[in-house]
């Protein structure tokens, strides 16, 4: 697939796409012995080799996780105030890796990792639409009543919440609590716990199970499981990156 050399090189780790575009257009990078100044040059990473002086740019090799965050933890790669963060579960393999997204310190579940910033923006842009699956256990009843409201959107910070898919699994008379699951395709702050509070259903678990094609499936909460090539296009497919 062809790809813009400048963004080749940003996501080689030469520099940022601005100052790569600086980088070409000074003459300094060739691909296969030619020099090209061009910025808006494409070429197939696979095939064409480029090289910076003596230095041959490779591209990084892509890598995707799937972890299931336990409560407890931020999602970020260090926290100034010492508390534990999802790198803590991560293998040392690859310190490239970011996190498609948030869970709140006290939300559990299907958490995607990767070196591959194009598909982070797709799953966390609203604009592409991947939807997300929670799995809710809240205080109380949840009248059909509430999840048609749900359904519809709910007023957010001034915003109507876009339209959810809501399943109402059972409620627990004994214990005083429904169990539901929610989908959803925007990821807006502290976004399934506003909502089910507005309706006055808070929250007591929140667990995400699904983002786009992908199930937390038999994943141990803190454990950690590079996805297949399967997988990864299921993903990228359900994030539009592929046809
Ligand atoms: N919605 C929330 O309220 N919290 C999360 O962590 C994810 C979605």
């Not at 982070?120 to 592409?128: A, S």
């Not at 109507?160 to 059972?170: D, E, H, L, W």
């Not at 678990?205 to 399967?230: A, D, M, Q």
Request: aromatic share 4%.
């Amino acid at each position: 697939m062809l790809e813009r050399l400048q963004k080749f090189l940003a996501r080689a780790g030469v520099a940022s796409r601005r100052d790569c575009k600086e980088i070409i257009a000074s003459g300094k990078v060739r691909v296969n012995g030619q020099i090209v100044t061009e910025t808006g040059a494409k070429i197939d990473p696979e095939i064409d080799k480029v090289t910076i002086g003596k230095r041959t740019i490779r591209q990084p090799k892509l890598v995707y996780y799937a972890m299931n965050k336990p409560k407890g933890y931020i999602t970020s790669m260090e926290d100034p105030r010492g508390r534990r963060t999802v790198r803590d579960l991560l293998p040392d393999i690859d310190n490239h890796v970011k996190p498609a997204g948030r869970l709140d310190y006290n939300t559990e579940g299907l958490l995607i990792f990767t070196n591959d910033g194009e598909l982070i923006d797709h799953l966390t842009h609203p604009r592409y639409g991947v939807w997300k699956t929670y799995w809710i256990e809240s205080r109380g009843v949840v009248t059909e009543k509430a999840a048609e409201r749900l359904r519809r959107g709910v007023m957010l910070d001034g915003r109507k919440t876009s339209p959810a898919k809501v399943v109402i699994i059972g409620h627990d008379a004994q214990k005083n609590k429904t169990q539901l699951t929610v989908e959803i395709h925007e990821g807006r702050k502290h976004q399934v716990r506003e909502m089910m509070r507005i309706v006055g259903a808070p929250v007591l678990t929140l667990r995400r199970i699904k983002v786009g094609p992908i199930s937390l499936g038999k994943l141990k909460v803190g454990e950690t499981r590079l996805l297949g090539k399967v997988e990864v296009d299921r993903l990228k497919r359900a994030a539009g990156l592929l046809d």
